[in-house]
T-cell receptor, first 113, second 111 residues
Framework: ETGVTQSPTHLIKTRGQQVTLRCSSQ?????VSWYQQALGQGPQFIFQ???????GRGNFPPRFSGLQFPNYSSELNVNALELDDSALYLC????????????FGQGTRLTVV | QKEVEQNSGPLSVPEGAIASLNCTYS??????FFWYRQYSGKSPELIMS????GDKEDGRFTAQLNKASQYVSLLIRDSQPSDSATYLC???????????FGTGTQLKVEL
């Protein structure tokens, strides 16, 4: 149990719709990173939020956006959903943006039909 | 060349044996290295972190790092059926903020 919680755990959306995924970071952690994991692949970095500011972004289009709130919880928003967006979305919590260990929540399984 | 490479497996070992999982990385500036265990349908769980050359032991797990060879490995002693999972190697570059993962090695511990 990492203390990182994500909601919802499963979600089915239709192509073209928008989705919001949520993450509560572990107590004492001020950094949240989001990853996308397709079946059979390793997680791919989407972006990181540190003290409410975006602090690095992976190779994902602008329709992937996020927020971090003063309590360090975070949201991932995906607009204009595509079939290829179907994946496990993972939130990782850490203390500081640099070399510290990152702990994952249980993930949100998104299916786009 | 992939940034982080792992043999996808499956790697099969008998119960009680030593499982050896390997990972190579391309960025010489990488400073932090992690091993995660992921059971099917679950999220990755951090099992080891290593930051300097040499060995780091934690219970049945030993992580080994060789920055000159750009190589990190994980040894699991006295393997148990409950160790059967996919093991993900993750690397963070110096001063960077993202983790770059390999595709994972599937380990099967057989009775």
């Amino acid at each position: 149990e990492t203390g990182v919680t994500q909601s919802p755990t499963h979600l089915i959306k239709t192509r073209g719709q928008q989705v919001t995924l949520r993450c509560s970071s572990q107590s004492g952690h001020n950094t949240v990173s989001w990853y996308q994991q397709a079946l059979g692949q390793g997680p791919q970095f989407i972006f990181q939020y540190y003290r409410e500011e975006e602090n690095g972004r992976g190779n994902f289009p602008p329709r992937f956006s996020g927020l971090q709130f003063p309590n360090y919880s975070s949201e991932l928003n995906v607009n204009a959903l595509e079939l290829d967006d179907s994946a496990l979305y993972l939130c990782a919590s850490s203390q500081g943006a640099g070399s510290s260990e990152a702990f994952f929540g249980q993930g949100t399984r998104l299916t786009v039909v | 060349q992939k940034e982080v490479e792992q043999n996808s497996g499956p790697l099969s070992v008998p119960e009680g044996a030593i499982a050896s999982l390997n990972c190579t990385y391309s960025d010489r500036g990488s400073q932090s290295f992690f091993w995660y265990r992921q059971y099917s349908g679950k999220s990755p769980e951090l099992i080891m972190s290593i930051y300097s050359n040499g060995d780091k032991e934690d219970g049945r797990f030993t992580a080994q790092l060789n920055k000159a060879s750009q190589y990190v490995s994980l040894l699991i002693r006295d393997s148990q059926p409950s160790d059967s999972a996919t093991y993900l190697c993750a690397v963070r570059p110096g001063g960077g903020n993202k983790l770059t993962f390999g595709t994972g090695t599937q380990l099967k511990v057989e009775l």
